[in-house]
């Protein structure tokens, strides 16, 4: 069965540096989005991403968040200066027209 | 921007119990999604629905869209269900919506 795949699973980070972290959605999902969880709190949307561009972005996703499609198959999260804050759970999902379908998660610790 | 209330946050139960979780929501939407979380962080697509009543194995969600209430029932609960449940919805919008989740509950099934 398809599913969505993250890399890497895992990520520390020292603040300040940038991260990208990278998903690859179902192969004809035309819907890709970004989600986070910050320990113990609910999942959060970040981004939807349509038709190479953002469709729709929530009040987290600053300047500091970029997202891009740079092939095919990948569908990517920069986060340019990260923050002690930015320490979570990160969520990519594809659907192709509506039941969303997540991957298994990027931890980021940023120390 | 839409409010997503859940309840119970926390169920413990027997082997064998009927499960009920519900969640309600405050502004009208096109669909909600029912999900379930493992310890180990990773999201699964349990239910999407916009009207009426779904059936999956041992699980069962329904949704009234008038009253902005769903709720999601597990029949002959195992310990295997033990897991955070989580309602999450969509806006009015196509399907480049990002969801809004619920806080979830923690179902834990006792043998």
């Known amino acids: 069965e398809p599913e969505v795949t993250q890399t890497p699973s895992h990520q520390v980070t020292q603040m300040g540096q940038e991260v990208i972290l990278r998903c690859v959605p179902i192969?004809?999902?035309?819907?890709f989005y970004w989600y986070r969880q910050i320990l113990g709190q609910k999942v959060e949307f970040l981004v939807s991403f349509y038709n190479n561009e953002i469709s729709e972005k929530s009040e987290i996703f600053d300047d500091q968040f970029s997202v891009e499609r740079p092939d095919g198959s990948n569908f990517t999260l920069k986060i340019r200066s990260t923050k002690l804050e930015d320490s979570a759970m990160y969520f990519c999902a594809s659907s192709e027209e509506r039941t969303q379908y997540f991957g298994p998660g990027t931890r980021l610790l940023v120390l | 921007k839409n409010e997503v209330e859940q309840s119970p946050q926390n169920l413990t139960a027997q082997e064998g119990e009927f499960i009920t979780i519900n969640c309600s929501y405050s502004v009208g939407i096109s669909a909600l999604h029912w999900l379930q979380q493992h310890p180990g962080g990773g999201i699964v697509s349990l239910f999407m629905l916009s009207s009426g009543k779904k059936k999956h194995g041992r699980l069962i969600a329904t949704i009234n869209i008038q009253e902005k209430h769903s709720s999601l029932h597990i029949t002959a609960s195992h310990p295997r269900d033990s897991a955070v449940y989580i309602c999450?919805?969509?806006?009015?919008?196509?399907?480049?919506?990002?969801?809004?989740f619920g806080k979830g509950t923690h179902l834990i099934i006792q043998p």
């Open positions: 192969s004809n999902h035309l819907y």
């Open positions: 999450a919805v969509y806006g009015p919008g196509g399907g480049a919506d990002g969801l809004t």
